[in-house]
């Protein structure tokens, strides 16, 4: 590292038990809480809720509003947003001048016009946006639920706590809600999460036994539920419910958060958070205005400008001489000057971000994108960041069995034909050693088909499965392929059949302890006839200390962790009847407590289940890769780009599909942080990581919260410098935290891109949200900037159209800059010569003709212009990274074209007086000269800028000189019409040009022959 951080001595930024600094972390309760794990019982009782339906809070609102303005603020919002920048402001100021008698120069309209389109631009584009929004959330707000004790049905908004809602398949959960009562036996149901959470998996839920057959009055006279305080965890939750004097304990596998979609049958709800205190909403940031890169530089160049014309303006007058009235002529010195900040600049620059909208939604290559937001297409070329989803960004979501390893042996492709000769054969075949291999592998593949929670589901007689993890229906599916097929299940049973026979054998599911992000690991109780199993799957990290004792799992895990596979290490344990006996007293006790529930339950399982569990193997899942992720990601690197991936998946997940994706590069390290607790261990992995930039990090979402409360300008400082990070278990507001924190550290472009409803604050807090149409639904691409439809297609929307807009609005602003500047020190000059006399050169149309008709179109076209070939911009990606630089736009490049503008305008002016003299009755000759000079010099100055000429250019310059010289019969009010008849005035302008642009040529020849941009080396290449 080239500096280093005095670490030791570093002070946390709060106490462990203040209020967090930004985001939450899953053991953390809602902003201005204090941290769960260290909060006293006493005050947790406090801040719990009772809900009772016999009497809802009827003064909650479950509105949903993601509008951005009301009737009332719209304007004066608009107005902020746009005069908050000095560009504008001094547009505005001007044109105001203009009302004014003693200060008016030309006509009104020159100034006002161009302000007020801009306006109107902008605001209908607002206007619009948030008119769909407001759409939007009626639609939602105005859907219907049946609302027991109600006679009609109940509009989404006008549903509160404590009442009893029943929902219906396929409608949206309108409210977070406790599940009470469903139409399965079983008491079970299915949920959508995927604009939740992201995942496209069914969730299953489960009413609690003593509400299930409650009668509708019972449900309105007994129950009560008391509910944690609100908070943003999506995968957490404590609450009890009550009916008489039978309590039974609550977690998240009864609950039903709002923007869900139950998936089958009909379930009945108590709502328990509405509106702004749902889990969405507290993961939903709100959208705010997105202002370019670009525009923020020109701002800060136009202050500069706006300083000189004050200085110029005060200078001219102090030469003149204070007189009685010289704040007027500052005034009108400050107006005549005016053009050096030209109002055609911005107008000329939203015209543009049209264009190049319109170029990326009609690229053939990458079809179906969408411009959302124009605004700020030249962003796209200076991304130094790249913060993405995994699941159905990176990846497919789409798994599939690859691999199984028995110790000894391991099986793949084409291999996978014997594990299904050895299940059906029931392992018996063959020699002894045969069959011992035989009966492990029929061994772990019962276990497979057991230790899972997966559903089998028949629609029109088709078996399908459906489950809350993509990997178990992976290997149920898979189970099924070898010969032992998953046919039904319940909350109390499994039955499993054997192809080859038909047989069927039923077990009982006595307990299921489903996968967490702290525990790792799934296991499952069944009983078989008079036998009693305990069966596990979970990560390798977790599970090599609960097998026995084995000398190859390490190894096999790496070995397959290479490859990119998802592992699990699977285990089983057979259990007395006694031994169970005592684990379920002492599992029932510790389910009933209110406080550290999740930590009571697992001490239980530990201490009676988990040790010394018989090792049956090793297996192997691939999550496929979305379509050319791998050479995306490897030409976003070399195109300087640093990549971040943001998931809510399990560490395991995430390490193997930054492997496959190369997003780790080969050989390279992976320092992984997970359930960091404590400022010591926080400054412990801070000094690790300050000298080891060039490994990658792994961080879970728990030890990611806890550098943000303690370390959090050092953390991101440090990870900023790595190669990649990966950080895992994350919930939607810590992915929206981490790209704003990233933007405010760094003060670079952050690019974030996801395809679920759980990534929209994510992207809406990036300086560019991109989303991705998918299997998710469509409310990440909604929500973003720009909308695509695969991952690949992001590398020709940087590399390509970034590039491009980034390059094409730079030099447009220059040369508008420059075509406003050079008339201004025509005036100089002229005010100059005239005694310093604040009296107006060019006047009336010849101002507005200027910036319009005869320049505007060959400077337009310059948008059209290009360095490269598109398959050279893919080639060479290096290209991309000189452009966060920042060199097209900078200080230095705007000087130079100062200093264009300053020997130009005093050649233009200064020969056109040579030639005709200053004498009042000469002023129209004089004029005539200049202004035709001038402007044939904008005409071959934008010849001299374009590097690849096309057709449009080459018309729009014929079409200008041709218009130019077409309107001189008209002009006779500003020129000397018979001086055009004498051939004095052509050579007289042949000069003022070679003059004036001989040597500007010379300059960037020269320039071009000792240092050659690299774009040219790339060409010359």
Request: overall charge negative; some cysteine; glycine content about 6%.
């Amino acid at each position: 590292m080239s500096e280093s951080i005095p670490l030791a001595n570093l002070q946390p930024h709060m106490d462990e038990d203040s209020v967090p600094l930004i985001g939450d972390g899953p053991q953390t309760e809602r902003r201005g809480h204090r941290d769960h794990r260290n909060r006293h019982n006493q005050e947790a009782e406090a801040e719990e809720r009772v809900i009772d339906p016999r009497h809802p809070d009827l003064s909650t609102s479950n509105a949903v509003s993601n509008a951005k303005y009301s009737p009332w603020s719209f304007i004066p919002k608009i107005l902020y947003e746009q005069f908050k920048f000095f560009f504008n402001l001094y547009f505005l100021l001007v044109a105001l001048s203009q009302a004014i008698p003693a200060l008016r120069i030309g006509y009104l309209s020159s100034y006002v016009v161009p302000l007020a389109f801009v306006l109107t631009v902008t605001m209908g584009k607002e206007a619009w946006d948030d008119i769909l929004r407001r759409r939007r959330d009626n639609e939602s707000n105005s859907e219907t639920y049946t609302v027991l004790d109600q006679v009609t049905q109940v509009a989404s908004r006008d549903i509160h706590v404590g009442q009893l809602v029943q929902i219906h398949k396929d409608q949206r959960v309108p409210a977070d809600m406790v599940l009470l009562q469903s139409s399965e036996e079983s008491a079970e149901c299915f949920i959508r999460t995927d604009q939740l959470d992201g995942e496209t998996d069914w969730k299953l839920r489960i009413a609690p036994h003593i509400t299930q057959k409650l009668s509708e009055t019972d449900l309105k006279d007994l129950v009560t539920v008391t509910a944690e305080p609100p908070r943003k965890s999506i995968h957490q939750f404590e609450g009890k419910v009550t009916v008489g004097t039978d309590s039974m304990g609550l977690s998240v596998d009864n609950t039903m958060w709002a923007n869900t979609v139950l998936a089958s049958g009909t379930a009945v709800g108590i709502v328990v958070y509405v509106g702004a205190e749902t889990r969405q909403a507290l993961n939903t940031s709100r959208a705010g205005t997105k202002t370019g890169l670009l525009e923020l530089e020109l701002n800060s160049l136009s202050k500069m400008l706006c300083f000189c014309v004050f200085l110029l303006s005060f200078v001219l007058v102090a030469l003149h001489g204070f007189g009685k009235e010289w704040y007027v002529d500052v005034m009108r010195f400050l107006i005549l000057f005016s053009t050096i900040i030209p109002v055609s600049l911005r107008v000329n620059l939203d015209m543009a971000k049209s264009v190049y909208a319109y170029q990326i939604e009609h690229d053939s290559s990458i079809p179906d994108t969408v411009v959302r937001t124009s605004t700020i297409p030249e962003d796209l070329g200076r991304i130094e960041y790249v913060l993405s989803d995994k699941t159905g960004t990176l990846t497919q979501n789409d798994m599939e069995m690859k691999k199984i390893h028995v110790g000894t042996v391991s099986y793949a492709g084409e291999a996978m034909d014997e594990v299904r000769d050895f299940v059906n054969s029931g392992g018996e075949a063959g020699p002894r050693s045969r069959r011992e291999i035989g009966n492990r592998v029929k061994d772990i593949v019962t276990a497979l088909a057991i230790c899972h929670s997966v559903t089998p589901s028949y629609e029109d007689g088709t078996l399908t499965y459906q489950a809350a993890s993509p990997d178990e229906i992976a290997i149920v599916n898979w189970t099924a392929e070898v010969g032992l097929r998953l046919v039904r299940r319940d909350r109390s049973s499994m039955v499993l059949q054997l192809e080859s026979t038909g047989q069927l054998r039923e077990y009982e599911i006595l307990n299921v302890f489903p996968f967490t992000s702290e525990s790792k690991r799934m296991g499952i109780v069944v009983r078989d006839g008079d036998d009693y199993w305990f069966f596990e799957k979970g990560a390798d990290t977790v599970m090599a200390s609960i097998v026995q004792t084995n000398d190859w799992l390490e190894e096999e895990t790496a070995n397959m962790a290479r490859e990119g596979l998802r592992t699990l290490v699977v285990g089983r344990k057979r259990l007395s009847k006694k031994s169970y006996e005592a684990f379920s007293e002492a599992y029932a006790k510790a389910q009933m407590a209110m406080h550290r529930r999740d930590h009571a339950i697992a001490h239980v399982i530990t201490e009676h289940l988990e040790h010394d569990l018989e090792l049956l193997g090793l297996t192997g899942v691939e999550d496929r890769l979305q379509k050319d992720v791998k050479v995306s990601l490897e030409l976003l690197r070399n195109a300087g780009i640093k990549i971040w991936m943001l998931t809510g998946d399990k560490v395991e997940t995430a390490r193997c599909v930054a492997v496959s994706s190369k997003l780790v590069s080969r050989g390279q390290h992976v320092h992984t942080i997970t359930k960091l607790k404590g400022r010591e261990a926080a400054l412990d992995q801070l000094e690790y990581l300050q000298f080891k930039t060039d490994a990658a990090l792994l961080i879970d979402g728990e030890s990611l919260q806890q550098f943000l409360n303690l370390y959090q300008t050092e953390f991101i400082t440090v990870a900023t410098k790595l190669p990649a990070v990966i950080a895992c278990r994350c919930h939607p507001q810590q992915k929206a935290d981490m790209a704003l924190l990233i933007r405010q550290h760094t003060k670079k472009r952050v690019l974030c891109i996801g395809d679920g409803g759980n990534d929209v604050s994510m992207i809406q807090a990036a300086d560019v949200g991109v989303g991705i149409v998918g299997k998710e639904g469509r409310q990440a691409s909604l929500a973003a900037d720009f909308s695509i439809t695969q991952f690949c297609h992001l590398t020709k929307l940087l590399l390509w159209h970034g590039r491009n807009s980034y390059k094409r609005s730079a030099k447009l602003a220059l040369f508008v800059i420059h075509r406003g500047l050079i008339i201004s020190v025509c005036q100089t000059v002229y005010s100059v010569s005239s005694r310093f006399e604040p009296l107006a050169l060019y006047q009336g149309w010849l101002m507005v003709g200027y910036a319009t008709v005869y320049t505007m179109m060959p400077v337009f076209s310059l948008v059209l212009d290009k360095d490269v070939d598109e398959h050279l911009a893919k080639l060479y990606p290096e290209l991309y990274k000189e452009l966060t630089e920042g060199k097209s736009l900078s200080w230095s490049t705007f000087f130079i074209w100062v200093l264009i503008s300053l020997y130009q305008g005093i050649i233009v002016q200064g020969l056109a007086q040579v030639f005709t003299g200053l004498d009042q009755t000469l002023f129209t000759t004089m004029v005539a000269v200049s202004y035709t000079g001038l402007l044939l010099n904008e005409l071959f100055m934008v010849a001299l800028e374009v590097i690849k000429w096309n057709k449009t250019m080459v018309i729009t310059e014929v079409v200008s000189l041709g218009l130019y010289c077409g309107s001189i019969p008209f002009l006779g009010e500003y020129f000397n019409l018979e001086y055009f008849q004498k051939p004095d005035l052509y050579w007289q302008v042949a000069v003022i040009l070679s003059a004036a642009l001989i040597p500007v040529w010379a300059a960037k020849a020269i320039k071009a022959k000792l240092k050659p941009p690299s774009y040219a080396k790339v060409q010359d290449a």
